[in-house]
């Protein structure tokens, strides 16, 4: 059955340094989306990115984060300057269709220290 | 802006024991409302997907109801067993992307 990958499970970083999160969504899927879960609290949408453009962002998603779909397989989440609170899960997810079911990956879990 | 809201936040209940868990929206010009498992430090499985023309769905031992106009949602698990132990997370989605509630935590006991 077709899955969503992310890599790598599990990243710690210094406080500071830029961090890529990386993504393959199911192959025929068109929109994509980041979204991130801190401990203990609600899964939080980030951004959303079709067409190769971002179609819409939250407020959580300011100019320290980017997404790129480099290649026809891969999508890519950078923090330019991580923060301590940006510590999460870091989950990506697609879709082939607006109206049709998202599938997630099972996250990167980002610790920044 | 729409807000997710799952009740209870936690539950135990007997293996084989029937159950429902709730979840309610604020908004209800969705386009969908999927429900999802998470179990602990892992990602999201998607269990259902209702969409707004729908009133219910089944997979198995799982039924999801959607009643748009009341803003609400049920996940009926019949038969419960120890394996259905994880957190159910529900999330709509309309105008903007999935929205999510914080879940329902269940524990299944042997």
């Known amino acids: 059955e077709p899955e969503v990958t992310q890599t790598p499970s599990h990243q710690v970083t210094q406080m500071g340094q830029e961090v890529i999160l990386r993504c393959v969504p199911i192959?025929?899927?068109?929109?994509f989306y980041w979204y991130r879960q801190i401990l203990g609290q609600k899964v939080e949408f980030l951004v959303s990115?079709?067409?190769?453009?971002?179609?819409?962002k939250s407020e959580i998603f300011d100019d320290q984060f980017s997404v790129e779909r480099p290649d026809g397989s891969n999508f890519t989440l950078k923090i330019r300057s991580t923060k301590l609170e940006d510590s999460a899960m870091y989950f990506c997810?697609?879709?082939?269709?607006?109206?049709?079911?998202?599938?997630f990956g099972q996250g990167t879990r980002l610790t920044v220290v | 802006k729409q807000e997710v809201t799952q009740i209870p936040a936690a539950l135990s209940v007997p293996e084989g024991e029937n159950l429902v868990l709730n979840c309610s929206f604020t908004?209800?010009?969705?386009?969908?409302l999927q429900w999802f498992r998470q179990d602990p430090g892992k990602g999201l499985t998607s269990l259902l997907l209702?969409?707004?023309?729908?009133r219910e769905q089944t997979s198995g031992r799982l039924n999801a109801s959607l009643d748009k106009s009341s803003g609400r949602s049920t996940l009926y698990i019949a038969a419960s067993q120890p394996g259905d132990s994880a957190t159910y997370l529900c999330?709509?989605?309309?105008?903007?992307?999935?929205?999510f509630g914080k879940g329902t935590r269940l524990s299944v006991i042997a």
């Open positions: 990115f079709y067409n190769n453009e971002i179609s819409e």
């Open positions: 908004d209800s010009a969705i386009y969908n």
């Open positions: 209702i969409q707004s023309s729908q």
């Open positions: 192959s025929n899927h068109l929109y």
């Open positions: 999330a709509a989605e309309g105008n903007t992307p999935l929205v």
């Open positions: 997810a697609s879709k082939d269709n607006l109206n049709t079911e998202a599938f």
